[in-house]
């Protein structure tokens, strides 16, 4: 029992941490200024079930590299998927993406959580969809996504 206790600790103690309440998220000017013709690198994981961590993220995280273009299209690399679409920021600062062949665009506050940013999609009743954490922001597009 002594060292369930001690591994259940250690996991709780390594998981991303997931605030209980957010911070306050970016200004629409912000959430341009940050994504606006960069290359972004980060990870994506959905909310679920199955396989989770302790705050109900699921503990695969798949890495991906977007490209957000200046004309408002997005370019993206996900394991061997390569999705395109459309993005803009809302006036109210939340950050829309929508793929092609997706029916529903996606929009959600950016926050910045230390030195990484997150955007948490919540279903309704506030449990996590899925959350994208932005890591890396390089300007332009090096990898001709």
């Given amino acids: 029992m002594k060292y369930g206790t001690a591994l259940l600790a250690l996991i709780l103690q390594s998981a991303p941490a997931i605030p209980l309440h957010a911070a306050d998220p970016l200004s629409a000017d912000e959430v341009r200024e940050l994504f606006s013709g960069n290359t972004v690198e980060g990870e994506f994981r959905e909310g679920t079930d199955v396989h989770v961590e302790p705050r109900g993220l699921s503990t695969f995280a798949e890495p ?38 997706k029916k529903k665009e996606a929009c959600a506050p950016i926050i910045r959580e230390g030195k990484v940013y997150r955007k948490y999609m919540k279903r309704r009743g506030g449990r996590i969809k899925w959350v994208r954490s932005y890591t890396t922001f390089t300007p332009g597009n090096p990898d001709n996504l």
């Fill in 64 to 101: 991906f590299t977007t490209y957000f273009s200046t004309d408002g299209t997005v370019h993206s690399l996900r394991g061997k998927k390569k999705p395109q679409g459309k993005w803009r920021v809302s006036e109210s600062g939340d950050h829309c993406v929508r793929w092609k062949g």
